[in-house]
């Protein structure tokens, strides 16, 4: 943010050097690269996400039933 805010009006950020930060953090946080990103991940009702390959974040089976289960609720007509 330092560098960032240091910048002037007309002046060209260093994209490499941004990135090299954002990769550096990326990895000291101790993320690795999956090749599994956000918009990849579905969404379930309760707010979880849901990897693709039914990994470790997918929720376990009773909650598929559950979701089967509630009647579908059809949309209010707008006014």
């Known amino acids: ?3 960032c805010r240091a910048l002037k009006f007309e002046d060209r950020p260093d994209a490499q050097f941004l ?3 954002f990769k ?3 990895y000291r946080l101790g993320y690795e ?3 599994i990103f956000d918009w990849m991940m579905k969404r379930t009702t309760g707010g979880k996400a849901v990897k693709p390959d039914g990994g470790e ?5 009773d909650a598929e039933e559950k ?3 509630e009647p579908i609720k059809e949309d209010e ?3």
């Open 1 to 3: 943010m330092e560098y």
């Open 19 to 21: 990135r090299k930060l």
């Open 24 to 26: 550096d953090l990326f």
């Open 33 to 35: 690269h999956d090749y």
């Open 57 to 61: 974040d997918a929720p376990p089976e």
């Open 67 to 69: 979701k089967e289960e």
């Open 77 to 79: 007509p707008m006014q």
